[in-house]
């Protein structure tokens, strides 16, 4: 469905509430006083909380294979290629951590069809990010390690990024955090 940039705007306000109450907790009234409207008001910028949930992964998700798509069919090496997706993972989740907050914890709230499409999709990508650590294991750029179980960890590394920008009271330069990440990510990985 497509969202005016008003609904979308919304939407957006909405996400810090759902963070602070869970996604399960938060019904439409939670949301209608949020804004001080009427429920029925709420219908107006979206037909359930459930289109909040499925704008905004479903958003990332296109985001982000998209992104991969570009890393993949580039010619740089393996270990640019990571550092390219540690990058845009980092970037991302500093100028919306509540939108990463929602993939996080709450895709296990969508139905069928949906739920499929969102595993599926999403073990593509991290397929697609494991390919890139196993070419560079094969191209002795990485050390030789479990594929799954690094690119898992890679991956975990970088989806909670968000508690900490939501939760700590000095702002992190995002610059400062990404080196850092990168740098912890690849002495796991033995970078040669």
Do not use: C
Not at 21 to 28: L, P, R, V, W
Not at 112 to 124: D, G, I, Q, T, Y
Not at 158 to 170: A, C, D, V, Y
Not at 173 to 186: D, H, L, M, Q
């Amino acid at each position: 469905m497509e969202y005016s940039a008003k609904q979308i705007d919304f939407m957006l306000k909405t996400l810090k509430l759902i963070y602070e109450k869970g996604f399960m907790a938060t019904s439409m009234r939670d949301i209608a006083k949020h804004f001080n409207f009427e429920v029925a008001n709420v219908y107006n910028y979206i037909d359930s909380k459930d289109s909040i949930l499925e704008y905004f992964i479903f958003h990332i998700l296109d985001e982000f294979e998209g992104y991969m798509s570009n890393v993949m069919d580039s010619s740089y090496s393996s270990e640019d290629k990571l550092k390219f997706l540690i990058s845009k993972h980092i970037r991302f989740t500093f100028n919306e951590p509540y939108q990463v907050a929602l993939f996080v914890y709450d895709w296990r709230n969508f139905k069928e069809p949906r739920l499929s499409e969102f595993k599926e999709r999403r073990k593509a990508y991290l397929e697609k990010f494991g390919a890139i650590i196993e070419d560079g294991i094969e191209q002795g750029v990485f050390r030789k390690m479990d594929i799954q179980m690094s690119t898992f960890l890679v991956f975990s590394s970088l989806r909670w990024l968000f508690n900490i920008i939501i939760h700590e009271k000095e702002e992190r330069n995002p610059i400062e955090t990404e080196k850092f990440v990168t740098e912890y990510i690849f002495n796991g990985i033995g970078v040669t």
